[in-house]
């Protein structure tokens, strides 16, 4: 892969760019499809988690007394709040440290603080436990598509990234289902329990449960092979041996992804303002999916999660077969296929979008947002491998940490942005609906229209690239 101009050079030894100098055989698939089984696995519990933690909203909600702005600060911004100041050094250890260290570190710090927020004794100490959450998941995305590229042919890659998405899959469909069947078990119980000496909610229970498995993966993630880095032979070092600590802490900012990422503006700033505009929307949709069902049709949590649980696996499963099929055609009709697929995509994710807080019924209401995950799975194989193919080898952890940063960052403000209409503007909580058309009707037809604004400088830049050998 040759460098991209204008942007930094590598931080590889010199030993690693002789011995790339030859072309370098492919590691064993056997070890890629065990590591991408650890990968699937972790996203399946972090999403799990994090499902269950949005299905327990009306539950903190009215156990700690929290108005709707509070309450999507919980659901969303508290869990990247961290992420803002570790996420980009954390991406920095994924390129110069063995991937499957940081993301086995990351997976365990994240069971043990979701199990931590079942001890929580205030809406502050919960927050505080979310924060880690969002600084312990910061270096997963990054970590796992960097090491997956380097431990799978180019030809693999788009199959592979939609196999990732199994563990979102099940973890949003489980996790609906299953959160649902343990609130209703613990609404069995008495409000408050004792557990260790302490006084806690009876769905604090939950947290500390779903939090354990995160520890069984991160012990997984040590038996799996680091599969060497495909650098360019002609990689120089990003930092000389003796430069300052200045320069070296500098290197862990993300700076020089940053400037490498603005000398071709014109491709990825359309691309990831599409993501952070959508990520509004679709991230902030689901934390208030429960909400918005429980008061405009009455359904408790268990009714919601034992038909959304389904509905979102079948439309999940069919959006990433249907979504693979789609824009495997399109890349070979178009060298731009992977981004004008997303923008045909995001046009239909808009209209149900828009949709869903209009139905009459709940069931119509949840069809339009199973739709809505449907299409989001259709789309997210292609953005990724969108990225993966133009970002330098050299920095591509920092590189998909920043367009995953849009992702997380955005798609946590959704939640919050939704708190904050409901309050402010519709100044109901019982029109929660109201304040969930208002973000989709702003935010998805914005992000659509960058989205195809990305089209022709994507497909410039992959010609640009082919021309020089990658």
């Given at each position: 892969?040759?460098?991209?101009?204008?942007?930094?050079a590598a931080t590889i030894a010199g030993?690693?760019?002789?011995?790339?100098?030859?072309?370098?055989?492919?590691?064993?698939?056997?070890?890629?499809?065990?590591?991408?089984?650890?990968?699937?696995?972790?996203?399946?519990?972090?999403?799990?988690?994090?499902?269950?933690?949005?299905?327990?909203?009306?539950?903190?909600?009215?156990?700690?007394?929290?108005?709707?702005?509070?309450?999507?600060?919980?659901?969303?911004?508290?869990?990247?709040?961290?992420?803002?100041?570790?996420?980009?050094?954390?991406?920095?250890?994924?390129?110069?440290?063995?991937?499957?260290?940081?993301?086995?570190?990351?997976?365990?710090?994240?069971?043990?603080?979701?199990?931590?927020?079942?001890?929580?004794?205030?809406?502050?100490?919960?927050?505080?436990?979310?924060?880690?959450?969002?600084?312990?998941?910061?270096?997963?995305?990054?970590?796992?598509?960097?090491?997956?590229?380097?431990?799978?042919?180019?030809?693999?890659?788009?199959?592979?990234?939609?196999?990732?998405?199994?563990?979102?899959?099940?973890?949003?469909?489980?996790?609906?289902?299953?959160?649902?069947?343990?609130?209703?078990?613990?609404?069995?119980?008495?409000?408050?329990?004792?557990?260790?000496?302490?006084?806690?909610?009876?769905?604090?229970?939950?947290?500390?449960?779903?939090?354990?498995?995160?520890?069984?993966?991160?012990?997984?993630?040590?038996?799996?092979?680091?599969?060497?880095?495909?650098?360019?032979?002609?990689?120089?070092?990003?930092?000389?041996?003796?430069?300052?600590?200045?320069?070296?802490?500098?290197?862990?900012?993300?700076?020089?992804?940053?400037?490498?990422?603005?000398?071709?503006?014109?491709?990825?700033?359309?691309?990831?303002?599409?993501?952070?505009?959508?990520?509004?929307?679709?991230?902030?949709?689901?934390?208030?999916?429960?909400?918005?069902?429980?008061?405009?049709?009455?359904?408790?949590?268990?009714?919601?999660?034992?038909?959304?649980?389904?509905?979102?696996?079948?439309?999940?499963?069919?959006?990433?077969?249907?979504?693979?099929?789609?824009?495997?055609?399109?890349?070979?009709?178009?060298?731009?296929?992977?981004i004008r697929a997303c923008a045909i995509?995001?046009?239909?994710?808009?209209?149900?979008?828009?949709?869903?807080?209009?139905?009459?019924?709940?069931?119509?209401?949840?069809?339009?947002?199973?739709?809505?995950?449907?299409?989001?799975?259709?789309?997210?194989?292609?953005?990724?491998?969108?990225?993966?193919?133009?970002?330098?080898?050299?920095?591509?952890?920092?590189?998909?940490?920043?367009?995953?940063?849009?992702?997380?960052?955005?798609?946590?403000?959704?939640?919050?942005?939704?708190?904050?209409?409901?309050?402010?503007?519709?100044?109901?909580?019982?029109?929660?609906?109201?304040?969930?058309?208002?973000?989709?009707?702003?935010?998805?037809?914005?992000?659509?229209?960058?989205?195809?604004?990305?089209?022709?400088?994507?497909?410039?830049?992959?010609?640009?690239?082919?021309?020089?050998?990658?």
């Open positions: 892969m040759a460098l991209t101009p204008g942007a930094p030993d690693e760019v002789k011995a790339q100098a030859a072309p370098m055989p492919w590691p064993s698939e056997g070890r890629g499809w065990f590591a991408l089984f650890v990968i699937v696995l972790t996203m399946f519990i972090t999403f799990f988690d994090t499902t269950v933690f949005a299905m327990l909203a009306e539950k903190m909600k009215g156990s700690f007394g929290l108005s709707d702005t509070a309450l999507g600060f919980l659901l969303g911004p508290a869990s990247v709040v961290a992420f803002v100041f570790v996420g980009i050094p954390l991406s920095r250890l994924v390129d110069i440290y063995p991937r499957k260290y940081v993301l086995s570190a990351g997976i365990a710090v994240v069971g043990f603080i979701t199990a931590l927020g079942g001890l929580a004794q205030s809406f502050s100490q919960l927050v505080g436990t979310r924060l880690f959450v969002g600084a312990g998941g910061a270096a997963h995305g990054p970590g796992s598509y960097s090491l997956l590229a380097d431990a799978f042919r180019p030809i693999r890659t788009p199959l592979v990234f939609a196999l990732v998405q199994v563990g979102f899959v099940l973890g949003q469909s489980l996790g609906t289902w299953g959160g649902g069947q343990l609130i209703a078990w613990t609404d069995t119980m008495p409000e408050r329990i004792g557990f260790l000496g302490l006084e806690i909610f009876s769905w604090q229970l939950i947290l500390l449960m779903i939090g354990a498995p995160g520890l069984f993966a991160a012990v997984l993630f040590l038996m799996v092979r680091e599969p060497p880095r495909r650098l360019p032979p002609d990689a120089t070092r990003l930092l000389p041996e003796d430069a300052p600590i200045g320069r070296k802490i500098l290197a862990f900012t993300g700076l020089d992804a940053l400037k490498a990422i603005n000398v071709r503006g014109a491709v990825y700033w359309p691309l990831f303002g599409a993501l952070a505009l959508s990520a509004i929307e679709s991230q902030g949709l689901p934390a208030w999916r429960v909400p918005f069902i429980t008061r405009t049709y009455g359904w408790d949590e268990a009714e919601i999660g034992n038909l959304l649980g389904p509905l979102i696996f079948a439309a999940s499963i069919t959006g990433i077969i249907v979504g693979g099929i789609f824009v495997s055609w399109m890349n070979r009709k178009y060298k731009d296929g992977n995509i995001f046009t239909c994710t808009t209209t149900f979008a828009i949709a869903a807080p209009l139905m009459p019924t709940g069931e119509l209401a949840l069809f339009c947002m199973a739709m809505t995950a449907l299409c989001g799975l259709a789309g997210a194989p292609a953005q990724n491998a969108a990225i993966q193919r133009i970002a330098p080898n050299e920095m591509r952890g920092q590189v998909t940490a920043f367009y995953l940063f849009m992702f997380t960052f955005f798609g946590a403000m959704g939640s919050f942005v939704i708190g904050t209409v409901s309050d402010l503007v519709v100044g109901d909580p019982q029109k929660l609906w109201q304040a969930l058309l208002i973000v989709a009707g702003v935010f998805m037809p914005t992000a659509t229209f960058f989205m195809w604004r990305a089209i022709k400088p994507y497909g410039e830049e992959v010609e640009r690239l082919e021309a020089l050998g990658r």
